[in-house]
């Protein structure tokens, strides 16, 4: 099993920055596809950017390309979801994820984090 524990959500305004960060904890993390999701009510959850636990293979998605980074930080079993000039279409619920089949899909997910709100005002 692998717990996941999402914290950094909050109120902004629109062009400000969050950080969220996911820690994980478990059973041995290193072969675990890690991944951000988002999801408004009545949408199907998307993912916003995935990353291996070495660093070094990473995805965005376009949506966030330029805004967003995803790193890590193997010290803590910790990724981080970097979010930049903000805007009110960003605002959902974001979810941390774990695969071993990898994040591309909700569907592939085996792990998911209780969620942090992210809101952003205009």
């Known amino acids: 099993q692998v717990q996941l524990v999402e914290s950094g959500g909050g109120l902004v305004q629109a062009g400000g920055s969050l950080r969220l960060a996911c820690a994980a904890s478990?059973?041995?993390?290193?072969?675990?596809?890690m991944g951000w999701f988002r999801q408004v009510p009545g949408k199907e959850r998307e993912l916003v950017a995935a990353?291996?636990?070495?660093?070094?293979?990473?995805y965005l998605a376009d949506s966030a390309k330029g805004r967003f980074t995803i790193s890590v930080d193997n010290a803590k079993t910790t990724i981080y979801l970097n979010l930049n000039n903000l805007k009110p279409d960003d605002t959902a619920v974001y979810y941390c994820?774990?695969?071993?089949?990898?994040?591309?899909?909700?569907?592939?997910?085996?792990?998911w984090g209780q969620g942090t709100q992210v809101s952003v005002s205009s």
């Open positions: 990353i291996n636990w070495s660093g070094d293979n990473t």
């Open positions: 994820a774990a695969s071993d089949r990898g994040v591309g899909l909700p569907s592939l997910v085996d792990y």
């Open positions: 478990g059973r041995a993390l290193r072969t675990l596809a």
